[in-house]
């Protein structure tokens, strides 16, 4: 069976099934299939194929779309939220200043201890890295906003703008004769590890020992982490797992 290209929303099936006033077993009966075939499909366990869930999407009168479109990127704020946590929660937490957390969340900077930060959202470190991509690459529109609002200055976002492209982070480690083993040996690390953060798979964690590690400015960092994770993020479509 093939699978689907954008994952199957199970929430939006079962709030679906709720709305219309069906139990699973109802649903399960309209469509001549078992109970435990809608409750997984509920429940991530399993995943319609094609031509059930348009039979699903008929049975709960909506399009197909609704229940395999892509979702829209999650913000590091938007994971804080879900799991009804405050700024100062968080940062209670993590045992951080509420400044760090605004300014990671707004995709300023990276955030420190990725692995502590991913386990108090409930999300993997690869789910935190994807959020933070969302909230750097719209950062500009939120300055903006602000622009407008009178919450900042105008140079603030032509500073942002004005920027120059900058180089990964392979090419600054290239540059300064340092191999993916020394750097992880200097960060305690696997060199498979160091290479998967150059690939934008994953978000530095400690990002001033990476800073340190290779020879540049947390800013620096930032930007150059960024430059290969954004163009990951555009060639792949907006998946919500």
Known sequence: MPRLKYGFHSDTLRQLRREKGMTQVELADLLGVSRESVKAWETDRRVPGPARVRDLAS???VSTAVLVAPKARLLPADLREKQGL????????????????LAAEDGETLPDEVNEWSSALHVFPFQLAESWVQAALTRPLRLAKRV????????????YLSETPHVDLRTIRELTGLTGTEVGERLGLHSSSVYRVEAGQLLPARPDDWAAAYKTTRPELTKAWLAVAAQNAADRPAIAF
């Open 86 to 101: 405050s700024v100062s929660d968080l940062a209670r937490l993590l045992q951080v200043d509420e400044a760090l957390i």
């Open 59 to 61: 049975a709960l009168g």
């Open 148 to 159: 407008a609002a009178g919450q900042a200055e105008a140079e603030v976002v032509d500073e």
